[in-house]
């Protein structure tokens, strides 16, 4: 039962499946339906999600492996299958556009609806809509969404979040009160350095950030006002329909074989450069990396991270595939090395720096400087010294 003085006139929603990996494996499999399951694998690997039964014991996804196993030894441990995953989102995908044309997914297992001026078409309000939307997704697919209702983007999140699983929670105008001695982090955008640096500043809770005037929030940086804002609970983002996240990348066969770190890296760095031009070109920015190897055995090898924010610069991009090599140059031979963006996000997004990210900016400016000589003067007008080979037969 859900009661709420808002309850019919809010349409903004957010739809969350509950731990959906292992969601579907245990649909699958209902011989695990009381066992704890956690989906990933391998020693050095990390746990993609696991249900609610594992995070009893202190299992959360991203949670090294090795950890997760210690944590809970028995376990059942299940690698991922992208393909059966992809398709049961599809099918969720279709029946939220079954409900309004603004459906904008967020990832697999997530997507933000508009269910303004629907009412009339269905017969019932939004939340009417959404529970009968819940019930048809656990008939039909087996799985558990949790819903969050509120008057934004934002807010319908938050809500989504404080309901699950299997939960529908709504927003209204209490929001302020509601989360007003809720510590920063809870906000989108607000990892743990920036939560860092507005603590030492004296600022914790959310209603604290809130309180600052205009003259305050220009003393956090160029970002303070859009902070001050998303405090107050406020977002203006409209829900844009949009294709499924395809991805972008490049990638390198070598001459002969490579196994050195620091020449893979050499093979990497202009790579990135491409890469970055192409997210560039197509009004994009990388979201995740992904980093790929094949070896001389022609095994390949893939391995992938999510940025903390949006960028196509090149030199960022290097940095964070970085730590993905240095893991992988265990000695192997390897005849390709590539580096692609997925998710992606939209470009204005990109590089835009924060309170605790002042050198983004900078590397910013730096590289449409460097664009602005190269389409004047050609590609080989500027160079940076990563990008320089050593001559054979010099030092």
Known sequence: MVRHPELFSLAIAHIDCDAF????????????RDKPVIIGG???????????????????????????????????????????????????????????????????????????????????????????????????????????????????????????????????????????????????????????????????????????DRHEAAKLGHDGAALVARARLQDDRPIRPERESKSISAETTFETDIADRAALEAELWPLCEKLGRRLHREDQAAAGLVLKLKSADFQQRTRSQRLPAPTRLAETIFEAAQPLLAREADGTKFRLIGIGAAPLAPAALADLGDLA???????????????????????????????????????
Not at 21 to 32: I, M, N, Q, S, T
Not at 147 to 171: C, D
């Open 21 to 32: 990996y292992a969601a579907v494996e245990k649909r699958d499999r209902p011989e695990l």
């Open 42 to 212: 391998g020693v050095r690997g990390v746990v993609s999600t696991c249900c609610y039964i594992a995070r009893i014991y202190g299992v959360r996804s991203a949670m090294p492996m090795f950890k997760a196993r210690k944590l809970c030894p028995q376990a059942v441990v299940i690698k991922p299958d992208m393909t059966k995953y992809a398709a049961v989102s599809r099918q969720m995908r279709e029946m939220m556009e079954a409900l309004t044309p603004l459906v904008q997914p967020l990832s697999i297992d997530e997507a933000a609806l508009d269910l303004s001026g629907t009412a009339t078409l269905h017969g019932a309000p939004p939340a009417i809509v959404l529970t009968r939307l819940a019930r048809r997704v656990e008939a039909a697919l087996g799985i558990t969404i949790s819903i969050g209702l509120s008057r934004n983007r934002m807010l319908a999140k938050l809500a989504a979040e404080r309901g699950k699983p299997r939960g529908f929670f709504v927003l209204g105008r209490e929001a302020e009160d509601v989360l007003a001695n809720e510590r920063l982090g809870l906000l989108p955008g607000f990892g743990p350095a920036l939560v860092k640096k507005l603590e030492a500043r004296g600022i914790v809770t959310i209603a604290q950030l809130a309180a600052l």
């Open 357 to 395: 990210d002042t050198s983004t900016p900078r590397r910013r400016a730096r590289q449409e400087a460097i664009d602005q000589l190269r389409a004047r003067f050609g590609e080989g007008a500027v160079q940076r010294g990563r990008a320089l080979r050593p001559v054979k037969g010099k030092g």
